[in-house]
């Protein structure tokens, strides 16, 4: 098997069923092609080779790739051509992979279904007629229809673990500051970060392994040491504390999810495991805490998209000022400008105590939560989303409804902790995912405990 060989066959898959998924917005076939042939070059020779030589990858559309069209799914970026790499490609560079195109998204990442993207809507391979999630709905759609056995995604609320759910594949969101964001489209810069969707826990250890570490591009990257991750696949989870927050599994949880995560429970018990039922009473803030400062982020973060520095720019101008509003109204989607609005209104004067600022403290208070649980106990379970995959079209036309759908993930990135998504059972063949959830910078432990179901 050669390096080419991969690299057609996930072409040769993505021409079969991509017409359906719909997950790429992208392919890099030119390029992928001549690198694998560099690759096939070192076949059989003692030249050192990369942590993941040859695999075949996709990348979400928030990240930037050189020479490569980038859009975060938005229309405003149109045909964006960045001239530099996000420091995660260049970390897939050195560990030899091959990327084989961009993947859709919701718009700049904002959504649970990527309905949001400003191009095409990704179906879920399980079931055509349901969305994948989102918003890394196509990180997630690619890997389950076996277009790619590596995507990377990227989490502010839930965006890689919720669609690892609905597609029934392994999501990982790294603790905030493990992964560098230098590259990544920011869309809430203290919530977002990278992480690798996989079709299993060692693949995603792997992946994880090669993307991590310190990066003097992003400040708030981490001075942590990486640890092998690899080396946590040991199956053994004798004496490991498990706590279930009694807010996982209460009112808002589907029976068959709540079911799911109880019978992988006793799974656990039986390998030596224990658990215990908590509180993190202050997750029911979670929702309009995570909303208005996310928001708050982008409105800053997107300010930036003008039309005079990157991608689109009105045809219909008559002045510098027109210019700016009408790039910016026929270039962003709806659930941009929605967030753009909120977030502006929150932190502008007279407002910005009463929202922004107790934001920031009920934040404070979610983060505390974690820190009281992991006192005591090794890992946090629960389902990853309170349903499974819903119907294409089911929560469009209402925002809180789709926003209700991340209660589980949100509280994750506002206490900055890291935590993973795995199978865990179907309901009605549609595939659900068991949450675990980490201390800070363990990601070791979760996937300990993620391979124990392996
Ligand atoms: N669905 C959430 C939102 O719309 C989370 C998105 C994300 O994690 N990028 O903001």
Redesign the pocket.
Known sequence: LTVSDLVEESYKRISEVEDQVQAFLTLDEERARSTAKKLDEKLGTDESKGLLFGMPIGVKDNIVTKNLRTTAASKILGNFDPIYDATVVQKLHNAETITIGKLNM?EF????STENSGFVKTKNPWNLDTVPG??SGGSAASVAAGEVPFSLG??????IRQPASFCGVVGLKPTYGRVSRFGLIA?ASSLDQIGPITRNVEDNAYLLQAISGLDPMDSTSANVAVPNFAEALTGDVKGLKIAVPKEYLGEGINEEVRQSVLDALKILEKLGASWEEVSLPHSKYALPTYYIL?SSEASANLARFDGIRYGYRTPNANNLLELYKKTREEGFGEEVKRRIMLGTFALSSGYYDAHYKKAQRARTLIKKDFDDVFEKYDVIIGPTSPTPAFKLGEKTSDPLTM?AN?LLTIPVNLAGVPAISIPCGFDNGLPLGLQIIGKHYDESTIYRVAHAFE
């Open positions: 919701d990442a904002m959504g649970s989102g918003s990227s989490d502010t609320g839930g965006s869309f996310s926003y991340d």
